[in-house]
């Protein structure tokens, strides 16, 4: 029986109460390890279309007939439209319609960052409906500017309330403290930067809407776009099959959905609006800059009794306040821990979510906090993280926590430090540093899965979740297959369609696997019980004795052994289906992914070029359902979070809050010369307490600790403290004058004292 | 717009010249070039590297590998730009590219575009110039122009041959323009006078597909060696002698520049000493 | 607006475009090559690239017009020992960037056939992916064939 509960769901680190109804769960987790698919290297099943060119991405769709638009955007960093006439740009040739502020949600008369979105145009090419926005004759009014982060906070202009957060007495603990290490961080923006920009196409037919999207949520967009027309749910049909890549941008609609669908109802044609590059760059979203005071007491013999930080997240116009703060709460054992985190409501582009919000600049921090406290206490860092090593989350025991494995996986990588040193020579510095690394990634319900199977014996996972690159749907087949008996090559997935299957979760959160996974399992179970059902009333044998393996239908004492596409080919057209759901997280328990990597680099100490030779990282995200795909998802992280640590930065004018990269020649990225050697490893151990899977995400944790275990390195190369994401040669020279100062100043000291 | 496939050199007169088309399609995109006529001079370019001359429809590409090209300038190329921009770019473009400054790029009204003051000056200047930014603090992007400077480069244009510094001047009130090619003039061929040795150091913040933040080729005749710069001033800088720097007149954020070109002109005169 | 005429893998297409199409537009648009995708649209990223006569170049800042040789997209190399060796590899994250990638590395290997790892970065650092399969792509190119 169907049972009604209260439960909690997480995404981005951000928690709400919902109403769930839960079937009883009787799947036990499969044992640890490689099982016959599952937990065994799988190449993606849609890797052949995505390399021949063949998938196609909302980029690629041409329907007949489908206009094109452009966005006419605020060239003021804060302005309101004054007045506003379309009609001279609706009187330019093959200009077919044109929206003006308020008739589509996002296009508002105010203006809150350079490269707000006030107006559209749709037009038979895109050449011409970018011609037309030069034709809108716009009287701006220019309003007050603020883009200091520091200057919002002072006039109390945030984007939500404060955060404050205490546990224990953390001035006591500071004045108690042996020893105090205290340093201001910060964090520049970075962009996402997907390869497919944000854009979608938007088709009226009869009264239903499909939505072409590149997105990150198929129902979110269905669910948002029909409240934003006052529709049902069921009239909106949201499809993405491929996407070029999200990161965290791609979440929701955004104004460019709105802004086609508007279009398209006016002009009765399809339309597709798509943000060029640098509108991408200006508008899509961003990693906000961060400001991170922060100081960390601990007792002579290593034992950290106060952690406290002021956290700024310049979140921009919009946008939320990533918790920065939460690293320094959950990462390790301490009674006292004082945080407070602002976020900061300027005129520039909004913030949005971006591969692990908030934890990757948290992470760089703290972490380099906690390895100037080792060279303050003369302590190896290792040491004083194992020390220090939390074994509850602010009270709640985790379901699951192998960071302490990571740690040993880590110890061989740790060890090569005096090797590493040794091939310093005066120009070249080399050292080796670590970072920990804790962030949510347990998933969380609803998400549903149906399965067919047919007379031909093949399966089909349905569900509307969508593989944004990740290789989720190769990861649902390995489970399907796993759980039903079959092999992989029998079962495909069918997702990316709102209306071809049931509700699943977003893509964002390192959630599509914990969460769609289970409900996917489950409904395979469901099936397969049926099937079971079937070859017992055919064999006249007891269901407990029968079993699905390899795709045969087997008795235990090995006398049936059948296809089981004969046994179901008996049905003909008829079809067996099952459905399955996810269930609630363990009550009261703390569902978190773990890591740990250690990074050796170079520092060129006179020009200040700093090179990433190799990277170990050893992740615990419970059960690895595909080695070979999770493998991609941390090389993946480590390559961008160097990017953030070293290249990548969004540069702004701040006389007109204009974002001056915009394009991929200012705004670079890593490239394939860029890498550095990658050793991956897992802790490999299901969450016994989470779902039936035991399986965590793997999206987010590998970019979290890599920008601080690049500063750490770089500190023991060169003893240089850098406090400063990116660390380009100009922080990189910076740190190393200050340095040097530092020890000319203790030899001075010293010098004295003798 | 109209697309000229050029037989002859006189047909260039009017319009804008192609070639590689990497540098003159996006400015033309973007409305910084504007031409109702366009000439595709592929056809009537020399291309290739004869003895010392190089032909100025030569690609990147071609260079960087070629073993009768100096040191300098082959391993400039190899440093330049993207694989596909150095199949697609010639030399004679590259000497002609324009500054990578956004707030040009972005037709912000800068002096260079016509306007009354320097964008960059007071404001995101951290990958700009370091030697003669009072007017306009671009800084110079081309790493081949630089390893041609220092080699002493002569260049042949359709109506004059040039010592490759005079091709450059620094923008002023008067004249914004920072080549000093004609109206129609073209360049047809490099010559490079022999050389000892030479060398191209290179910072950037990729390893690969940058923008020189600081380039430093070096080339030694005998006892002599002449020393010139990318990304440091708005065109290819000749640096007078090891000393040079010290008459560098960094903006606030650019000073780290001077630091790092001071390591890279010490290593590349060593280097090419020691050659 | 002129005519085009083209050879995209091997076959002749003619086409009706304004001077100053991309190429990159023109195939995807007018012929419907949309395995050439466009990413930055500037020749900043390598997503367009397409071979002519071979090489590698960016669709996207070539004029149409302006082509004189063959051209082979991603589609003309679809049989190709490299698709097999980037999905054996886990080259393809979410794939925006692979065929242009793929079109690189066909170059690279028709001219070095067991390419270094320091030719094989030096010749695709003009492909950005921005999930960071580059280890794949390397191990993809070392193992293209077979």
Redesign the interface.
Known sequence: MARLIRTEKEVEGRFEELWLVVEEDPLQQWPAGPQSVVGRPA??Q???E????????T??I?LPGMLHTAVLRSPHAHARVKRIDLAPALALPGVRGALGPGEAQGLDEEAGFAGAPVAAVAADTF?QARAALAAIDVEWEQLEVVLDPDDAIARKQFTSDPVEYARGGFEQALAEADVVVEGTYRTAVVL??????HQAVCDWVGDTLNVYISTQYIWGVRDAVAEALGIPGDKVRVVCE????G?GAKNDPGEYTFIAAELAKRTRRPVHCAL??REENTAAGNRNATIQKLTVGARSDGTIVALGGEFTNAVGWSGWSAGTDGPMQMLYACDNVRTIRYGAKINTPPMKAFRAPGFVEGTFGLECLIDELAAKLDMDPLELRRKNYASANDGKPYSSKNLMQCYELAQKHWDRRDEVRARSDDTWKHGVGMASQIWYGGGGPPSYAWTRVTSDGRVSVITAMQD????TRTAMAQIAAEELGVPLDRVEVVLGDSARGPYATLSAGSSTTPSVGPAVRAAAADVKRQIIEIAAQRHDLEERVIDIKDGMVVSADGNLSQPLEELVGLLEDAQILGKGARGPNPTGMSVLTFGVQVVEVAVDVETGEVRVERVAAAHDVGRIINP??A??QV??????GIGHTLSEQRLMDMETGRILTT???AYR?????D?PE?VCEFVDEPDEHLTSLGSKGLGEPPIIPISAAIANAIRDATGADVHELPITREEMLRALREADEKARERQRESIGAR | ???VRATSLEQVDGGIA?HG??EV??L??DGILQTEK?V?I?GVIPRGVAGNRIGAGTTL?ELEVDPQVPDALREAC?LA?????R??GSIGGNLLQSTRCWYWRLKYPCHLHGGDRCHAREGEHREHAIFANDYCASAHPSDVAAALLALGTRVHTTQRELALEDLYRLPTVEERELVTLAPGELILELELPPVDASVYLKAMD????AFPQVGVAAARVGGETRIALAGVAPVPWLLDGVDGLDAATPLPRTAWKVEVARALVRRAVTSVAAK | M?DVLLTVNGQSYSAYA???M?LAQLL??ELG???????????????C?VQIDG????SC???A??V?GEIT???G??DHPL??A???A??????????GQ?V?AAALVAATPDPTVDQ???????????????????EAIQKWRG
């Open positions: 190449v993606r849609d890797a052949p995505r390399a021949r060119g063949e998938a196609r991405y980029a690629d041409q050449a996402h930067n997907s390869m497919e920009t491929f996407m070029g890549g990161f060029t590059r944004i690159g990740t290789g070979l795909g493998r991609s090389e993946g992280g480590i390559i961008q394009s991929l020649d990225m890593p490239t394939i010369a890498v990658i | 717009m109209e697309l192609i088309g990497t399609v996006p033309l995109r366009l595709d592929r590409a190899r730009a993207s694989p596909q921009l199949n697609m990729r390893k690969r597909w | 002129s304004p001077v100053g991309s995807r648009e090559f949309t395995g050439t995708k466009i990413a930055c649209n500037e020749g900043h990223c390598g997503a690239t090489v590698p170049v960016l800042i070539t004029l017009h302006n004189t997209t991603i589609e190399l679809r698709i097999e980037f999905v054996e886990d080259a393809v994250q979410c794939g925006f960037c692979t065929p793929v690189s094989i970065r030096h010749q695709m650092a003009g492909n950005i992916c921005r999930c960071g399969t580059y280890p794949r792509i390397e």
